[in-house]
């Protein structure tokens, strides 16, 4: 049966829907007013949605949407950020727990390497008899989050992960559905480095991306890959474990970057020398008072987060 985006983008494209794309439309179309639509779905104008559906099949369709439209304009939209970059080591887990936390959103860890945020956060998957993330996309069901104190809700990752990932399409299904049941205004989600199935449909699915970065070659050089494969997604570059003198032909390459790919660019993260040999599984962003070692990385943290508040999806 066709996914949400399928039936967005057949709504994008100026094609008619088939009848399983019908039929799904139809059936949230109908459920609109209590429950949020999947984002790209959202972005489907009710002008927009008259052009492909204003025949006499879909009458019925188009005057529910249009319907729906005003309790949907009333309503807070859930977002989901997703947090990915191509190379490892430029602080894209440590973003993403801090940005969770500050958000005050479930995050969604689909990285299952050991250094990831599920360890991170204190969950060991040896621990435990299930596996929450495997069992929810297996099962088609909502995954209960883990709490804990002074860090984000979690889904917690698995090493299987690595070798039972759904397609992209599935991956973004499912983290539109959870999200829209979960009913928090921000979802985060955690990706492996690279170009895998489960984080190009964790960018599918997102509202913004944001995608960390070195100002050093190696870490640009991913960037500039990441910018040409991926130039129409909702990106936000994050200069992150910013040096205290940055090099200068850096911070213009980056510059470049930016102006060249239109990417808007987040408030530069210094790096922190207490952060590497940290014990603690608390958000920095949590405590209270915040230790003077870490009062500027939380201070840049917070800016970060404000970026991510008032991006202008426009």
Not at 27 to 46: K, N
Not at 184 to 198: A, C, F, K
Request: charge should be neutral; hydrophobic fraction near 40%.
């Amino acid at each position: 049966m066709a996914s949400w985006p399928c039936a967005a983008r057949a709504m994008q494209d100026r094609r008619p829907l088939c009848a399983d794309e019908d039929h799904r439309v139809r059936a949230t179309i109908l459920e609109y007013c209590g429950f949020p639509v999947p984002e790209l779905l959202r972005r489907c104008t009710v002008r927009l949605a008259a052009e492909y559906l204003a025949t006499d099949r879909h009458a019925e369709l188009l005057r529910l949407h249009a319907s729906a439209a005003t309790c949907r304009d009333t309503d807070p939209v859930p977002k989901i950020v997703t947090v990915a970059a191509y190379k490892g080591g430029v602080g894209k887990t440590t973003l993403a727990l801090e940005l969770a936390y500050l958000l005050d959103a479930p995050l969604v860890d689909l990285d299952w390497d050991r250094g990831g945020a599920t360890r991170r956060w204190g969950y060991r998957h040896e621990d435990r008899s299930r596996a929450p993330l495997l069992e929810a996309l297996t099962n088609q069901r909502t995954p209960k989050l883990l709490r804990g104190r002074g860090k984000a809700d979690l889904v917690p990752s698995h090493p299987e992960f690595a070798v039972a990932q759904p397609s992209d399409e599935d991956i973004a299904t499912a983290l539109e559905k959870w999200t829209g049941e979960w009913g928090r205004s921000w979802v985060v989600v955690d990706t492996h480095p690279g170009g895998v199935p489960s984080t190009f449909g964790a960018m599918n699915a997102a509202s913004l991306v944001l995608v960390p970065v070195q100002l050093a070659t190696n870490s640009l050089n991913a960037l500039e890959g990441m910018l040409e494969e991926a130039a129409d997604y909702p990106i936000m570059v994050v200069p992150n474990m910013v040096a205290s003198v940055p090099p200068a032909i850096a911070v213009r390459r980056l510059r470049e970057l930016a102006e060249h790919w239109q990417v808007q660019v987040a408030p530069p993260v210094s790096n922190s020398a207490a952060l590497p040999n940290r014990q603690q599984r608390m958000a920095v962003t949590s405590l209270d008072p915040t230790p003077a070692r870490l009062a500027r990385y939380a201070d840049e943290l917070h800016g970060v987060a404000e970026s991510v508040r008032t991006y202008d999806t426009g």
